[in-house]
């Protein structure tokens, strides 16, 4: 079945600096990438996504790129600031032909330092 | 919309007790999943619904889990019987639907039920 790593699993950047987060997938048939944000004792929120179909996604500060020859894609945000510190999931959805599944890495800790 | 609701938001139980959570969908929403989070499992997909149909249900961890939705505005999650290695946050989620096979729409997760099973 479909694995999902990530890596770092804590990560601390001074703020203002970038951060960059890495997952890999293992099967090849996975086609959607969603990315969530889940501050301490909340819930996780989608923060952004990509589809197979296409190579990179930016939404402001945020960025993801996607490898599929390689299958590992990267979250990246730029300029940090303090309320990035939060945990963040990335995952991997894949279609059968009578169920999807989407499989979750274990989460990164991001820590801005002032 | 209030968003997905979930309760309780805290349950303490005994260990062979029965626990049930429960969760109401964003209205409108065709997909419900139930979500199991710890410290060393991290997220975890336990099943979930299509148009209040159980589809993939491969998550549920064994016997003592079982999920229902009655209709498309309500689904329990039941434990019976709990054990303490349960202790879990429990998230439930609703999404739109897909945008074609194999795609999740956005899903929009509950508060969560934090369980503790002493």
């Known amino acids: 079945g479909e694995n999902v790593e990530q890596h770092p699993s804590t990560l601390s950047v001074q703020e203002g600096d970038s951060a960059v987060i890495k997952c890999t997938y293992s099967?090849?048939?996975?086609?959607?990438f969603p990315w969530y944000k889940q501050e301490l004792g909340k819930r996780p929120q989608l923060i952004i996504d990509?589809?197979?179909?296409?190579g990179e996604k930016k939404d402001q500060r945020i960025a993801v790129t996607l490898n599929k020859t390689a299958k590992h894609f990267s979250l990246h945000i730029t300029e940090t600031q303090p309320e990035d510190s939060a945990v963040y999931f990335c995952?991997?959805?894949?279609?059968?032909?009578?169920?999807?599944?989407?499989?979750f890495g274990s989460g990164t800790r991001l820590s801005i330092r002032p | 919309d209030a968003g997905v609701i979930q309760s309780p938001r805290h349950e303490v139980t005994e260990m062979g007790q029965e626990v049930t959570l429960r969760c109401k969908p964003i209205?409108?929403?065709?997909?419900l999943f139930w979500y199991r989070q710890t410290m060393m499992r991290g997220l975890e997909l336990l099943i979930y619904?299509?148009?209040?149909?159980?589809?993939?249900d491969s998550g549920m961890p064994e016997d003592r889990f079982s999920a229902k939705m009655p209709n498309a505005s309500f689904s329990t999650l039941k434990i019976q019987p709990s054990e303490p290695r349960d202790s879990a946050v429990y998230f439930c989620?609703?999404?739109?639907?897909?945008?074609?096979?194999?795609?999740?729409?956005?899903?929009?997760f509950g508060p969560g039920t934090r369980l503790t099973v002493t």
């Open positions: 989620a609703s999404s739109a639907g897909s945008s074609g096979i194999g795609y999740f729409d956005e899903q929009y």
């Open positions: 099967d090849s048939a996975s086609n959607y």
């Open positions: 990509i589809r197979s179909n296409v």
């Open positions: 995952a991997a959805s894949i279609s059968y032909s009578s169920a999807s599944k989407i499989i």
């Open positions: 209205s409108g929403h065709d997909y």
């Open positions: 619904f299509n148009n209040n149909v159980p589809i993939d």
